[in-house]
Nanobody, 121 residues
Framework: QVQLVESGGGLVQAGGSLRLSCAAS????????MSWFRQTPGKQRELVAG???????NYADSVKGRFTISRDNAKNTVSLQMNDVKPEDTAVYYCNVDHLEPPWLKLERYWGQGTQVTVSS
């Protein structure tokens, strides 16, 4: 089992910055991709940014050039630096980790509890 704890959400004005962090703990064997998703009421959860174990990154078009995802493999953490935030970035943000579980390296997906980000105009 892997536990994810997110931090860093809150209220920020449009144009400001916010940094989200997520720490994985528990029986960690091998973490593959780490990602951030977000969800607003009545809508499906959407991918914001992802990063592979090798460091390859991908972003939703809506956040390209404004958000940066990073990870620390030694500490099992992933962060999301959010710059020039907009009211439409308001959502609950979820950390997501793809974990390879022994002995058969089955891929399991874990989610954090979510952290609220509210951007005021």
């Amino acid at each position: 089992q892997v536990q994810l704890v997110e931090s860093g959400g809150g209220l920020v004005q449009a144009g400001g910055s916010l940094r989200l962090s997520c720490a994985a703990s528990g029986r960690i064997f091998s973490i593959n991709a780490m990602s951030w998703f977000r969800q607003t009421p009545g809508k499906q959860r959407e991918l914001v940014a992802g990063i592979t174990s090798g460091g390859s990154m991908n972003y939703a078009d809506s956040v390209k050039g404004r958000f940066t995802i990073s990870r620390d493999n030694a500490k099992n953490t992933v962060s999301l630096q959010m710059n020039d935030v907009k009211p439409e970035d308001t959502a609950v943000y979820y950390c997501n980790v793809d974990h390879l579980e022994p002995p058969w390296l089955k891929l399991e997906r874990y989610w954090g509890q979510g952290t609220q980000v509210t951007v005021s105009s």
